[in-house]
Structures are given as structure tokens and as C-alpha cells.
């Protein structure tokens, strides 16, 4: 009798731990249930190399009318201090009307890439499609980027991270080295992006362990590809 019970009890314990660890797995892709975003800048050159070009991406065109691209916003993430949600439920199911998408060209060059952005990462931030990416592009303006790089034209340019670090915070006062993070990969160390951490009010924060900076780029110094289209 003892024995059996002792080993309902253990069932018990082990139904008890299951369920809790269920709520908790589900509460972490709850909409609006984070810590705190990362605003991911993709270096436009890099992503051209790299695949753009393959894909005949419209930024990716040598010569273009309007503005080149350089720095461009890649998404806007929510987070948790270790991880991160991602198709989250939401009423609208992910869906970015055209016009939404058409409004952010200027600073988010594809209509695919707004469209994966908010039905991966936007559905989390529990502000639905027009709130998502008005919050994009106000914290995208919040970045001052540093004079070089609007219209970099020197296919020789090499940057440590560390300078590029030093460039942002000069540019952006209230930054600090811990709430942003240099990533970069491939042939020369290429840079590929910089990554920008804010309080869900729009404040710069401390990162949390997803943005380890070791982790993105640990190369003491990086290639950046000159822009396309760009003027001496």
C-alpha cells in the first residue's frame, strides 16, 4: 500500500511539472509577452553580395534612381533576456496589407522582406501590422547613422568593430557599447549588420545574451562593401 502510493504521488509530481512547463512553453510565444526589442540595420552592400544579387533584389541594382542603399532596416525583434518568440497568434494572422508594406520602401527596400518580417517577429509585439511598423520607423529614425556610411564609395574600406561601436555612440547620445552589437561573416569578415537594444517604450536598454558580441563578430577588423550607386 505504501509503495503504491508513493508512486501515484510521483505521477502526480511529474503531471504537475509537465503542466507547468506547457503554460510556460506556451506563454513564451504569447503577443506582447518579451523583454525587450532589437532593431536589426542590415549593411545593403553585404546582403547584395551574398545573395541579393542571385535573387535580383531591386536594392541591389548598381544603378538606381532615388537614394542608395547602405544601412537598411532588416526587422524590428522582440525578445526575451535569452531567446525569443515568433509567430505569435494574432488577429489579423500575420497579414500586411500592400499599402502598409509600400509605406516602409524607403527604409525596409522589399515588400517580401516586410511581409516575413511582421509575420515572424510582428505578431509578438502585440501591436498589430500598423503599430509594428510605425514603431519600425520611429526607432529606426532614433538611429543617427554616422556621416561615412550614408554613401560610403571606397571599395578598400576596412572598420573594427570596436570603432564602428565608437562611431555609433559618438553619433547617438545615451547609447552604450552594451546595447548595441556588430555582426559580421564570409569572405574579409564582411559587415552584415548592427543591432540596436530598446525598452518596449522606445528607450536604449541593455542587451541580453542573444546579441553576444563574440558570438556575431569576433574578427578584429571588417570589409565593408562599398554602396551601389553611390557618388564619389
Partial sequence: MQLARMVKIAFAT????AGIGGAALAQRNEAGVFDYYVLALSWSPTYCIEGGDDRND???????????YAFVLH?????YERGWPQE???SDRGWVPGPVADRMLDIMPSKRLAFYQYRKHGTCSGLGVD????????LYERVKIPPRYDNLVD???TVGVGELIDEFLKANPGLKPDMMSVQCGGAGHRLKEVRFCFTKSGDFRACGRNEDQRRLCSAERMYVPAVRGGKD
Fill in 131 to 138: 503599430g509594428y511598423f510605425q514603431l519600425s520607423r520611429q
Fill in 88 to 90: 505569435c497568434r494574432s
Fill in 14 to 17: 511529474v503531471a504537475l511539472a
Fill in 155 to 157: 571599395e578598400r574600406t
Fill in 58 to 68: 531591386p536594392q541591389c541594382e548598381r544603378r538606381r534612381k532615388g537614394r542608395p
Fill in 75 to 79: 526587422g524590428l525583434w522582440p525578445q
